[in-house]
């Protein structure tokens, strides 16, 4: 019995920490209705995080800018808004071209999508 609970529990803790670091994401109309709100920039140099969009809901399981748009707002792990000006913005993004260059730039950001 004690072995079943210390298995349990491991299962539920991975399975918790697995799920936590998912990037599944939802833009919304409004900022009151967004988790953050982003920015796009014109260069990557300017941006805190370089994020690729990937085709698979599967492909964005860590925290690395690695982003899979869903259909529905229930879906999505974190609600944003695309703002007109950066000085609005909580992150501010660019789009990469390749999974390969998704990462974070500013490190004290990362928070946001834990």
Known sequence: MYLYKIILFLFF???????SYSQKVFAVDYASYADIKVFV???????DLLV????FSSQSS???GNWYFVEYASQAD????YCKYASEADLKIYFVDYESQSKWKKNEKRHMFF
């Open 62 to 64: 860590d925290n690395v």
């Open 52 to 55: 690729f969009k990937v085709k």
């Open 13 to 19: 803790t991975f399975f918790c920490l697995k799920t």
């Open 78 to 81: 974190k609600k944003i808004y």
């Open 41 to 47: 920039t014109k260069y990557a140099s300017q941006a």
